[in-house]
T-cell receptor, first 115, second 112 residues
Framework: DAKTTQPNSMESNEEEPVHLPCNHS???????IHWYRQLPSQGPEYVIH???SNVNNRMASLAIAEDRKSSTLILHRATLRDAAVYYC????????????????FGKGTHLIIQP | DTEVTQTPKHLVMGMTNKKSLKCEQH?????MYWYKQKAKKPPELMFV???????INESVPSRFSPECPNSSLLNLHLHALQPEDSALYLC???????????FGSGTRLTVV
């Protein structure tokens, strides 16, 4: 699996935007870029994912570089509830038959939100 | 229903016990997964079931035995575990990579 590189931790202030970077220089053409977050004592939570184009949903935006070797998760207005470990993960497009390979988690970025 | 439900939430078992973890989803997802997460570490993939067939086993010891009785249920049977197997066990499901994965909140297992 192609690897991702994320900062170990980042700190931001409440009600400010947060930009979480992820490098994936060995990404292949069929790799999706996934972002998940994990709050303490909970399972990972889906945030967003994309292939080539930027994506927006109610939780966040995903900006993907033109060469796809990096991406940025954008939380538009951080709250204390956004404090979590954020994982950037590459996942191959599901092979025919509808199955999936599972996600390989890296160490992620521990996001700290200051009130 | 957009959830993955795991039971029990907490489990304490002795090294000679046999126990099972249960995972259920009713989203019609055809792939289901078991992960193990030690404290302050990322989740590690253990098993993948695709269309109720085991498709990936990440070299997990045989004291962990997965079972997929139907498309909505996934079990993890535990036998003769060691204290180092104490961890958070997470279940997940997906329709396909293009749609993302849904995780349960996990079973916190302590082996004594």
């Amino acid at each position: 699996d192609a690897k991702t590189t994320q900062p170990n931790s980042m700190e931001s202030n409440e009600e400010e935007p947060v930009h979480l970077p992820c490098n994936h220089s060995t990404i292949s053409g069929t790799d999706y870029i996934h972002w998940y977050r994990q709050l303490p004592s909970q399972g990972p939570e889906y945030v967003i994912h994309g292939l080539t184009s930027n994506v927006n949903n109610r939780m966040a935006s995903l900006a993907i570089a033109e060469d796809r070797k990096s991406s940025t998760l954008i939380l538009h207005r951080a709250t204390l509830r956004d404090a979590a470990v954020y994982y950037c993960i590459l996942s191959r497009r599901a092979y025919s038959g509808g199955g999936a390979d599972g996600l390989t988690f890296g160490k992620g970025t521990h996001l700290i939100i200051q009130p | 229903d957009t959830e993955v439900t795991q039971t029990p939430k907490h489990l304490v078992m002795g090294m000679t016990n046999k126990k099972s973890l249960k995972c259920e989803q009713h989203m019609g997802h055809r792939a289901m997964y078991w992960y193990k997460q030690k404290a302050k570490k990322p989740p590690e993939l253990m098993f993948v079931y695709s269309y109720e067939k085991l498709s990936i086993n990440e070299s997990v010891p045989s004291r962990f035995s997965p079972e997929c009785p139907n498309s909505s249920l996934l079990n993890l049977h535990l036998h003769a575990l060691q204290p180092e197997d104490s961890a958070l066990y997470l279940c997940a499901s997906s329709q396909a990579t293009v749609y993302g994965y849904t995780f349960g909140s996990g079973t916190r297992l302590t082996v004594v």
